[in-house]
């Protein structure tokens, strides 16, 4: 798959085309929530790999070493300790989500919690079925994140980790939230309604997105009709119990 | 997209692969199973753009007129009056899976109901996590398929249409069922577990396979851990509500 991928890249630079442009309007996933949710955390992926899915997008780590936030095509990764770290091509994901993120809407939005924001937004995308990238950049009055400590085998499912998590807080500060609004129909492949990852403007602190209120930010939607899940051929993949649906226990998680 | 993936397949036959090379072991869907069940019938993909990414496969038509059934290459439509006919290019769908098939375990099966039969194949494939094509060929002591009539507008729930479905029986039958064997956690993208249709060796009859029961098949089965699915951008699809899941209605309709 890699290397007829590479030709493909070799022959869209042949034609001028920019690279990948087949993968424009697609959302890439590597495995599924669910999997993440039993405790399948060994990565699957490379960072190298999912690089060539996308420059933007969010994720973990091998061992669910932290929270992962792309931007731009640099993967950052913010561990339990809070210390945030760019990430090698060679490091492995059990789980990530990317797209290459061309702006088609933009918003600016002023003085709303993450309840009016969300609002906000929801209105102006005017549907629950169409996965959405959305970027937020700006001033934010408060921002509560966590990260997850690095986990070993034997793995216990993410509730579980969960309790351990570090949670961050910070106070007027600026920075970009990354992530995706998903629909209600994939919530057992990925995780339904908004899921944010945010990084301070100087690269420093950040995590998964607990609660915020906004001060002003800037925010950019890209609508992602294509969907490309590339399930893991693990024999620890193949074996999970993945029958249950288990979107109560993903709520918790999440928020 | 169309015009890239054209320029892929040139690319690709320059360097000697094998045309689309990249979509193996991919399952490719158009639209979501929950938008046929509210009632989106109308086609959103042409038949020639589907067959791109898929010689095997099934689904349905514009104005649900009947099953499809895509086999070696070619599209069969089995209408609710149940008269076979291959399908033009121009022809278009709002719901249909399809992938390249290579058969990649084989199993020699006599004498089993659809219960037992299920069971020798569940045992197989050993996992519930990664979509498998399902190509079972022979000799059937008994098949019973239905079809559905074409609607017109405004478009009643699946649920609805199904209680007006042709039902066909078969005895001592020579032919093919084509379909996927999907993970519960596609269960609202698609059908999860056994979803066949089924086509007479004579290309004569077939159907959307409800029971059966073999006398001495082949059956082929082809691992798909890569899925790919083209949501509409029509009106239709982002004003439907599809927030509810649906998986006791869906389970009426599909057995």
Same mark, same amino acid.
Do not use: C, W
């Given at each position: ?5 590479? /030709? ?14 087949? *993968? ?26 999912l ?5 933007? /997008?969010?994720? =973990?780590? +091998?061992?669910? $070493? ?7 095509? =640099? ?7 809070? !210390? ?5 091509? %060679?490091?492995?994901?059990?789980f ?21 924001? =969300? ?8 549907? $629950? ?7 937020? *950049? ?13 986990? #070993? ?7 579980e980790?969960? !309790? !351990?998590? %570090?949670?961050? *807080?910070?106070? #007027? ?13 994939? /919530? ?19 995590? +998964? ?16 009709? +294509? ?5 893991? =051929? #693990? *024999? ?13 226990e993903? !709520?918790?998680?999440?928020q």
């Amino acid at each position: 798959m890699r290397s007829v991928l590479a /030709g493909f890249a070799f022959f869209s630079l042949l034609a001028g085309l920019p690279v990948l442009a087949a *993968e424009r309007d697609t959302l890439y996933q590597v495995s599924a929530i669910d999997g993440l949710m039993v405790g399948l955390y060994d990565g699957v992926t490379t960072i190298g790999e999912l690089r060539t899915h996308g420059d933007f /997008g969010i994720g =973990t780590f +091998h061992g669910l $070493d932290g929270e992962m936030l792309v931007l731009d095509g =640099t993967v950052f990764q913010i561990p339990a300790d809070g !210390k945030v770290r760019q990430v090698a091509d %060679s490091a492995t994901t059990p789980f990530a989500s990317v797209s290459f993120f061309e702006s088609e809407q933009i918003l600016q939005l002023a003085g709303l919690d993450q309840a009016g924001l =969300t609002r906000a937004l929801d209105q102006r995308i005017g549907t $629950d079925n169409i996965p959405y990238a959305v970027r937020m *950049e700006g001033q934010f009055k408060r921002v509560r994140t966590r990260s997850v400590p690095r986990q #070993t085998p034997p793995y216990a499912p993410l509730a579980e980790v969960a !309790k !351990k998590q %570090s949670v961050f *807080e910070f106070e #007027t500060v600026r920075g970009v939230m990354v992530g995706y609004r998903l629909p209600s129909l994939m /919530g057992r492949i990925n995780v339904p309604g908004y899921h944010l990852h945010f990084i301070t403007d100087d690269h420093t602190a950040g995590g +998964h997105v607990l609660d915020f209120e906004v001060a002003a930010v800037t925010v950019a939607l890209d609508a992602l009709p +294509h969907f490309r899940m590339v399930l893991p =051929t #693990t *024999e620890a993949f193949r074996a999970a119990d993945l029958r249950r649906d288990r979107a109560a226990e993903l !709520k918790k998680v999440e928020q």
